[in-house]
């Protein structure tokens, strides 16, 4: 079983910047993406930027220039660094791997907690 753990939410004034961490730990074979998504209150989970195992990345239009997801796979490890943020950026960021794990021949999805990120003044 693959566990994932996010960190690094918290309160941030408008034009601040947050770096969030992601851990997985648990037995992996290989890896396709990862990524991170938000829920807002009342919204869908939304993507907000997802990364290849061999470094191709995407970014919602939103969060375009501000930004910036980057990985470490010796150490399971994603990151998303998050400069100008503004009020809706507000939202449960979410971790999520989509690896598969050894003796299996598909793809699962994992899911971290989520970590709230507020921007208020």
């Known amino acids: 079983q693959v566990q994932v753990v996010e960190s690094g939410g918290g309160l941030v004034q408008p034009g601040g910047s947050l770096r969030l961490s992601c851990a997985a730990s648990?037995?992996?074979?290989?890896?396709?993406?990862m990524g991170w998504y938000r829920q807002a209150p009342g919204n869908q989970r939304e993507l907000v930027a997802a990364?290849?195992?061999?470094?191709?990345?995407n970014y919602a239009d939103s969060v375009k220039g501000r930004f910036s997801i980057s990985k470490d796979n010796t150490k399971k490890m994603v990151f998303l660094q998050m400069n100008s943020l503004q009020p809706e950026d507000t939202a449960v960021y979410y971790c999520?791997?989509?690896?598969?794990?050894?003796?299996?021949?598909?793809?699962?999805?994992?899911w971290g907690q989520g970590t709230q990120v507020t921007v208020s003044s």
């Open positions: 648990g037995s992996i074979a290989m890896i396709d993406t």
């Open positions: 990364v290849t195992s061999g470094g191709r990345t």
């Open positions: 999520n791997w989509n690896v598969r794990v050894p003796f299996t021949t598909y793809f699962s999805e994992y």
